[in-house]
């Protein structure tokens, strides 16, 4: 059934998109938890600088070496921040690319849920029309069988179940309609000579004929 088919896809699809989105859920949490190590880990050198250059400022400091040393490293706290916001910036960078990735997928997931819902209704009323048609049709070859005589019947869905399902064909240009071969001219031959009665068989596929008005059978 093609829409089975297109919902199998569908289903294949949303399948593949929520394992990414999985994916990209665990991504985002932990670019989250980075940058907030990031955040922290600036205004842990922020807040020492900042208590270094009060000193410096307040005097407290009188031993010329120790202030030496001070200065020097407010200096080198002032590269680790410039070090530690670029670090912080590339966090960022990279936590907003998933999380816009993070966005669209959410929303593809949504589309494809209301995708589903749809095909899925599509495909429920298709298959209860084809129910529908199939308990017509039994119906209908019920009604038809009854005027079959038994043994023939019998032969006909003994064919049909070795055959896939197809258990006649209908001879037309001298062709059989089953297995779409030409029936030979001896066979042929045969066939016109045959009583309007006498079932015919395919000597190749050996399905049961039906004449119709272009067998191409001679005429008496």
Known sequence: MPEQVALDALAERRTDVSARHGHLQTEVADLAREQRKADADVE????????????????????????????H????????????????????????TAQNELDRLTQELADLDEQLVAKEK???????????????????REKLAADIP????????????????????????????????????ADLARMTAAPPDEVLRCEECNRILVRT??????KS
């Open 44 to 71: 842990q050198v922020k807040t020492r600088r900042e208590r270094n250059q009060q000193r410096i400022a307040a005097g407290v400091v009188g031993d010329p070496k120790q202030l030496q040393a001070m200065q």
């Open 73 to 96: 490293e407010t200096e080198t706290l002032a590269r680790r921040i410039s070090d530690l916001e670029d670090a912080e910036l590339e966090v960022m960078e990279r936590l907003e």
């Open 122 to 140: 599509e495909r429920d009323e298709v298959a209860q029309d084809i129910a529908e048609k199939q308990t017509d049709a039994l119906a209908e």
């Open 150 to 185: 038994a043994n023939l019947l019998a032969v006909y869905d003994r064919l049909r179940d070795q055959s896939g399902g197809v258990g006649v064909g209908a001879l037309h240009h001298k062709r059989c309609g089953a297995c779409q071969l030409e029936v030979g001219a």
């Open 213 to 218: 008005p272009e067998s191409g059978l001679a």
